[in-house]
Nanobody
Framework: QVQLQESGPGLVKPSQTLSLTCTVS??????????WNWIRQPPGKGLEWMGV???????YYSSSLKSRTSISRDTSKNQFSLQLSSVTPEDTAVYYC?????????????????WGQGTQVTVSS
């Protein structure tokens, strides 16, 4: 059974960099064709796809967040990570990691195979 678990600080100050890690169990993140995504949901709003890293390490980002977002991976730990720089209170959200068989930009909600439980990140001084 594939499980994803987000971890990281729950509170980040404005202008700092938000860093989150998704630890995957039950499957290697290098398993062919799987893609590993970050999605967020601000309070009172819908889900927003942020970016993806493929099983081979290729990345793709939302055009609206591209300048501030970086996704990387540590295959030795079976983890992938999100960094979002220059955060503002508008980046306050529940952040999710999710997996999908086959790389796709901005999949719909029902196209993901596995989800983490989500982690609340608040941007505040």
């Amino acid at each position: 059974q594939v499980q994803l678990q987000e971890s990281g600080p729950g509170l980040v100050k404005p202008s700092q960099t938000l860093s989150l890690t998704c630890t995957v169990s039950g499957q290697s993140i290098t398993t062919t064709y799987y893609a590993w995504n970050w999605i967020r949901q601000p309070p009172g709003k819908g889900l927003e796809w942020m970016g993806v890293i493929s099983y081979g390490g290729s990345t793709y980002y939302s055009s609206s967040l591209k300048s501030r977002t970086s996704i990387s991976r540590d295959t030795s730990k079976n983890q992938f990570s999100l960094q979002l720089s220059s955060v503002t209170p508008e980046d306050t959200a529940v952040y999710y990691c999710a997996a999908r068989y086959a790389f796709k930009v901005n999949p719909s909600v029902d196209e993901y195979d596995y989800w983490g439980q989500g982690t609340q990140v608040t941007v505040s001084s």
